[in-house]
């Protein structure tokens, strides 16, 4: 059964990210003269047919969510219909006490997550393009932390910028009491795309850094995630490869997420696989059936040839893959 709605209430924000996936959704609308952003009305006709179908579960995702005008209405009709509601936010906003506290009055079980993008507030800056744009994030983390949220998860995009910098990312993880992390690679899209060679750094080049960082937040006892970093690239960490979990097990028992974004799309489909490639030596490798791929527009950049197999056992079925990848954190 499907169990999670992905919802892009609409593409307005108060940043300007370098890498922003959204660039190219943004000027299209513009150049038709269409609305950013879904009306309320639009939002609750989504959410009563999730309630039809049984949805237990929404994650509202921007643009930036909490700059709409109506956003405290929208997360209490989230709030009144779903069991679960995740909020994607740059978390600027929640500099406000008051506007932190009464979000988590709404909806007091409400689940975050924030990308921060440096522990440095110039490099910060630099890639989101908006001056104290880094110290409004960690002071919103902070008043949400302080006024009870329960679950914040603190996301960082790798790019050429900041992959250096993931275990001091880590400390500031533990040090504010975030519950989880997230690595992400970054996406080719949008600005991404554009700015591709001077954003996007090389696995090869990234892979020691990551697993320091994962090895540092496994001993803090911080539960770490990988989003877009292949197998052979977390040899030893293969447990937080999060497409994992996301994405291929849910695959493997006949379940598949989907999200809204103007239109229903199966995740594993459209925004999946669709996106991806894998090289061709990628045969050899034992995760090869399980493993989602890279970019696109990685392997058409750089070529394939630091991609290599995984030696072994096919991982070919969910018992194997179980086993391969051990009890995530």
Known sequence: ?????????????????????????????????????????????????????????????????????????????????????RLQTNARIFSSQDFARKTLEISPGLHFLIPFHHTNSGCFDSITRVRGSHSQTLQGIKNLLTFGAKDVCLKRVLLKQNYADSENFVRLAKDLGANRLDFTFVEGGGNARINWFKLAPRYFEIESYIKRALELANRLGIPVSCYDIPFCFLQGYERHVSETYNYVMPYLRHEFPKRIAGEKEDIITALVLARRKKAEQCKGCRFFKVCVGVWKEYLDSYGASEFKPVLGEPVDSLKRLNAAVGAFN
């Not at 300007?16 to 000027?27: A, G, K, L």
């Not at 009305?41 to 047919?49: G, H, P």
């Not at 049984?54 to 509202?60: A, K, T, Y």
């Open 1 to 85: 059964m499907i169990s999670r709605y992905d919802l892009q209430v609409g593409y307005s924000c108060n940043n300007n990210c370098v890498h922003c996936f959204n660039r190219d959704r943004v000027e299209s609308l513009n150049r038709g003269s269409c609305p950013l952003d879904k009306t309320f009305k639009e939002i609750s006709e989504i959410f009563a047919e999730g309630r039809r179908l049984g949805m237990e579960e929404i994650v509202l995702t921007g643009g930036e969510p909490t700059i709409r005008p109506d956003f405290f209405k929208l997360l209490e009709l989230a709030a009144f219909t779903f069991k679960k509601v």
